[in-house]
């Protein structure tokens, strides 16, 4: 079945210390989005890849980077994470065209000690 | 910017009852999109709605577009403990190749057997 695959599902790591988590997708969709979700809250945009465009939602800390190196894959990176940085973070895909609705990934939870 | 507004926060329901969800907003969109979302997993896609005053069903789900492009709403009959969940709208403009989703709050849908 095409889908989002997240690695890992949860991730610890510790105050400072760079973690990168990954996202693959079979559905072979131009853009590719990554999100942080906290507790009880809605996921919010961090940034998206369009193809190998990259843009930045104005609000994203510099603490958090992306690398896309081919269609499928996309990283994300948390240079010096913080105890804030703690939260679930969603990698989801979609079109460029058409019924651009976007398609989400199980998530990786993130936990900073 | 752009907000949606979902309420109530949570929803407490008995199994076999129906329950209805609304999504408003202050400006408009040109794709509704409801997501579920369990404990741990990323949101799932249960209806996307293109054209205002579209109304599609998937399954015992039904989810309308507003006339006015500012609203939509689901309905769920005959709830099941399976229902159970963060019940996510999102609102999408897409300008160019800027598809980028609004999210409402969440409404939590609790169902007692």
């Known amino acids: 079945d095409a889908m989002v695959i997240q690695n890992p599902r949860y991730q610890v790591t510790q105050f400072g210390k760079p973690v990168t988590l990954s996202c693959s997708q079979t559905?072979?969709?131009?853009?590719m989005y990554w999100y942080q979700q906290k507790s009880s809250q809605a996921p919010k945009l961090l940034f998206h890849?369009?193809?190998?465009?990259?843009?930045n939602e104005a609000d994203t800390p510099d603490n958090f980077q992306s690398r896309r190196p081919n269609t499928s894959f996309c990283f994300l990176d948390i240079r010096s994470p913080g105890l804030g940085d703690a939260a679930m973070y969603l990698c989801?895909?979609?079109?460029?065209?058409?019924?651009?609705?976007?398609?989400f990934g199980p998530g990786t939870r993130l936990t900073v000690l | 910017g752009q907000q949606l507004n979902q309420s109530p926060q949570s929803m407490f329901i008995q199994e076999g009852e129906d329950v209805s969800m609304n999504c408003t907003s202050s400006?408009?969109?040109?794709?509704w999109l409801w997501y579920k979302q369990e404990p741990g997993e990323g949101p799932v896609l249960l209806i996307a709605l293109y054209k205002a005053g579209e109304l599609t069903s998937n399954g015992r789900l039904t989810a309308q577009f507003g006339i006015t492009r500012k609203d939509s709403f689901l309905n769920i009959s005959a709830s099941i403990p399976s229902d159970v969940g963060i019940y996510f709208c999102a609102g999408q403009l897409k300008t160019g190749a800027n598809s980028k989703l609004t999210f409402g709050k969440g409404i939590t849908l609790s169902v007692r057997p």
């Open positions: 559905l072979n969709h131009n853009v």
């Open positions: 400006s408009i969109f040109n794709t």
């Open positions: 989801a895909t979609s079109r460029a065209s058409g019924g651009n609705e976007q398609f």
């Open positions: 890849y369009y193809d190998k465009d990259f843009n």
